[in-house]
């Protein structure tokens, strides 16, 4: 899952930022995204999406270990200090990685023409309940579904609906589960039936700016590393890469510090020992702005060109990074 550069709760922008972001945005695009991006081709063999209609609330078992923020009137947000652990922390880390890594696998294979988003969140929901997990982000901030399925323009954070899925579509699944007390977060994008090359590059280069960030984490790398890689790598085959959306902390809690950037900055901090968290760039065909839809979750780019997103949870060894979700 996604939190954003404001440091605020997850699926939120920031609250100054909103109303603009509804708004008609052309004018607030900023001089990289229009010299790197204005001339660029947006991706408009497809009608724009539309919400569709969404199906109740999938029901949890009492059994199943709920996370502190469920069913509580309180905002999430970020924590503050790095997720740190022992050996008992790292492996129950280790379970619920690999638990989102199979569940992100199952949902992929479902990803063809006709099969509705809530489909694929009922069988995500049921997978995760039958491990005896909790699907992080239902009831998180108020978020109505058991995972995020973010369709062709849809930077992140899309909610599954009644709308099917065509061929030549694009569908980021955004998985993470709550295994004995503890996160792991994971996302790919899939190609649905015969994508064209367009798309299929994006998707590509998307994945690799993802594995090039992970090939350079190590014990004492700076962070900015990791946007300074995804970033002169996008540029490389000149993709944007969306800022207001960034990559997080994670293990008992959903989101803490550090707040990962996926494009160039200066902030400071550097990996520890021990230390788990997500990376998750989000790359553009065009705009990197984003507009919120009026569900406050679904963020999609301004020129409806399309995104692709690829995300891991980490754990940092002495060796360099483990990658905790994967089969």
Same mark, same amino acid.
């Given at each position: ?27 607030s695009s900023n001089l990289a995204d229009f010299f790197f991006n204005s001339n660029k081709k947006t991706?408009?063999?497809? !009608? ?28 999430? %947000? ?15 880390? =280790? ?19 006709? &099969? ?15 491990? %005896? ?9 108020? /978020? ?5 399925? +973010? ?6 954070? %899309? ?30 994008? /899939? ?8 798309? !299929?590059?994006l998707v590509q280069v998307t994945k690799e700016s993802l594995d090039k960030a992970i090939s350079i ?10 946007? !300074? ?15 207001? /959306? ?17 494009? =160039?900055?200066?902030?400071?901090? +550097? ?16 705009? &990197? ?15 409806? +060109?399309?995104?692709?997103? /690829? ?17």
């Open positions: 899952m996604i939190t954003t550069r404001s440091h605020l709760p997850l699926f939120t922008l920031l609250n100054s930022s909103l109303t603009k972001l509804r708004m008609c945005s052309s004018s991706h408009n063999k497809r !009608k724009r999406l539309r919400q569709g209609t969404l199906s109740p609330r999938r029901p949890v078992p009492d059994h199943i270990q709920l996370p502190p923020y469920v069913n509580v009137n309180m905002p999430p %947000g970020i924590s503050s200090g790095p997720q740190i652990h022992d050996k008992n922390g790292i492996d129950c880390m =280790r379970a619920s990685g690999r638990l989102a890594a199979q569940v992100l696998q199952h949902a992929g294979t479902l990803v063809m023409p006709g &099969i509705t988003t809530d489909e694929i969140d009922q069988a995500v929901h049921e997978m995760i309940i039958a491990n %005896g997990a909790y699907p992080s982000p239902l009831g998180y901030g108020g /978020f109505p579904k058991s995972v995020c399925t +973010s369709v062709n323009e849809c930077i992140c954070h %899309g909610i599954p609906d009644s709308r099917a899925l065509e061929d030549g579509d694009i569908i980021n699944i955004d998985v993470t589960v709550y295994l004995n007390g503890y996160h792991g977060d994971t996302s790919a994008t /899939f190609l649905c039936g015969e994508v064209d090359d367009e798309a !299929k590059k984490c190590a014990p004492g790398v700076v962070f900015k590393k990791i946007g !300074k890689t995804i970033h002169d790598h996008a540029d490389r085959h000149h993709y944007g890469v969306v800022q207001q /959306f960034v990559g997080h902390g994670i293990g008992r809690v959903f989101h803490s510090d550090p707040v990962i950037l996926h494009f =160039r900055n200066n902030d400071r901090g +550097s990996m520890v020992l021990n230390q788990t968290f997500t990376i998750e760039p989000m790359l553009t065909i065009g705009s &990197i702005n984003p507009i919120m839809w009026d569900d406050d979750w679904t963020v999609v780019t301004e020129d409806e +060109s399309w995104s692709a997103q /690829f995300e891991h949870t980490l754990l940092i060894t002495e060796d360099g990074a483990e990658i905790l979700t994967q089969c």
